[in-house]
């Protein structure tokens, strides 16, 4: 039986460690360079940069992308790590006002009611026509006992959107 065999060419020592010298301590300047700063890994990141990492995502695509995964977090009733996702997309975007209000309508579901009149009076400042904010802004202000002040929000949603029924039939138990 014969067998393939054949004897690899080395380079010489002193050129072999040269390179290899040289692509450690370009690994360690960079690596230098991150240590203080926290880092998660994530697939989207495309290159690392001396004064900063290049992302494939712009600040909106990342923004929807947080928000979707909040929403799905959300829905499996891991409201904490939604509102994560939900603030690092608020910072994203913070003139977005369904970020807000889905953020107080999760808040009312841990009954941390004024973290979530907080959020909602946020929705209904960034959008005042928007009917659905000021029905989650009554919500927790009735949560909280503000009765008066969720009626109030209650009669401008119905304003905004005569034809929402639950609104009405909210305001109706209170009135």
Same mark, same amino acid.
């Not at 900063?52 to 712009?58: F, M, R, V, Y």
């Not at 009954?111 to 979530?116: D, G, I, R, T």
């Not at 503000?146 to 119905?158: Q, R």
């Given at each position: 039986?014969?067998?393939?065999?054949?004897?690899?060419?080395?380079?010489?020592q002193n050129?072999?460690g040269?390179?290899?010298?040289a692509v450690?301590?370009?690994?360690?300047?960079?690596?230098d360079?991150?240590?203080?700063?926290?880092?998660?890994e994530?697939?989207?990141?495309?290159?690392?940069k001396?004064n900063?990492?290049?992302? @494939?995502?712009?600040n909106?695509?990342?923004? =929807?992308?947080? !928000?979707?995964?909040?929403?799905? #977090?959300a &829905?499996q009733?891991?409201?904490w790590?939604a509102i994560t996702?939900w603030?690092?997309? @608020?910072?994203?975007?913070p003139?977005?006002? =369904?970020?807000? !209000?889905?953020k107080?309508?999760? #808040?009312? &579901?841990l009954?941390?009611?004024?973290?979530?009149i907080?959020?909602?009076e946020k929705?209904v400042?960034?959008n005042?026509c928007?009917?659905?904010?000021?029905?989650?802004?009554g919500r927790?202000?009735?949560g909280?006992g503000?009765?008066?002040?969720?009626?109030?929000?209650?009669?401008?949603?119905?304003h905004l959107?005569?034809?929402e029924?639950?609104?009405?039939?909210?305001l109706?138990?209170?009135?």
């Open positions: 039986m014969a067998t393939a065999f054949g004897w690899k060419r080395k380079l010489p050129l072999l040269r390179k290899r010298a450690f301590d370009d690994r360690n300047q960079i690596d360079n991150y240590e203080n700063e926290p880092y998660e994530d697939w989207r990141v495309l290159l690392f001396r900063g990492i290049l992302s @494939i995502e712009d909106l695509a990342k923004s =929807k992308r947080l !928000e979707e995964e909040g929403v799905s #977090l &829905e009733e891991r409201y790590e996702r603030n690092e997309a @608020i910072g994203l975007t003139k977005n006002e =369904k970020l807000q !209000e889905m107080s309508q999760v #808040l009312l &579901e009954h941390e009611l004024f973290p979530a907080e959020a909602a929705a400042s960034l005042p928007w009917f659905v904010a000021y029905q989650t802004l927790a202000q009735m909280y503000d009765v008066e002040m969720g009626v109030k929000s209650f009669s401008k949603a119905i959107n005569p034809d029924l639950e609104v009405r039939i909210i109706l138990q209170y009135i």
